[in-house]
């Protein structure tokens, strides 16, 4: 139940940030159809958990050095890497994520964070239990 819970909250948050920031979209397989996009947005948000549990924390153990010496602030870098995978893989499949350049990557990434990160703590009276 957590887990889907994450999911959807991670797949709001990515139609947020589509709207918020210019160079992040997401292409549906079907664009007309709302079932079609709605199962787009919960797949990217499938694949960037997924991509973010493996790759993200293998990344996150090797480069434990350089979080140090930044502040932290490679986590921008690292989030912005995670999603021009998500947007290689989604885009070998035929649909999903597109990031239009670094930039638009390192604020996506800051702003989706955000944004879940908030959706976590509003709903997270539901997921305690």
Known sequence: MRFLLKVIINAVALWL????V??????????????????TYLLVALIFGVVNAIVGTAIRIVAFPLYILTLGLISLVVNA??????????DAMGFGLHVDGFWSGVFGALV???I?????????????G
Do not use: E, K
């Not at 890497?81 to 989604?90: A, E, R, T």
């Open 17 to 20: 940030t589509t709207y918020i």
């Open 22 to 39: 210019p160079g992040v979209t997401v292409h549906a397989w079907a664009p007309g159809d709302t079932t079609a996009i709605v199962l």
């Open 81 to 90: 890497f995670l999603l021009f995978i998500v947007s290689w893989i989604s």
């Open 112 to 114: 989706l964070g955000i």
């Open 116 to 128: 879940a990160w908030l959706l976590g703590l509003v709903l997270r009276p539901v997921t305690r």
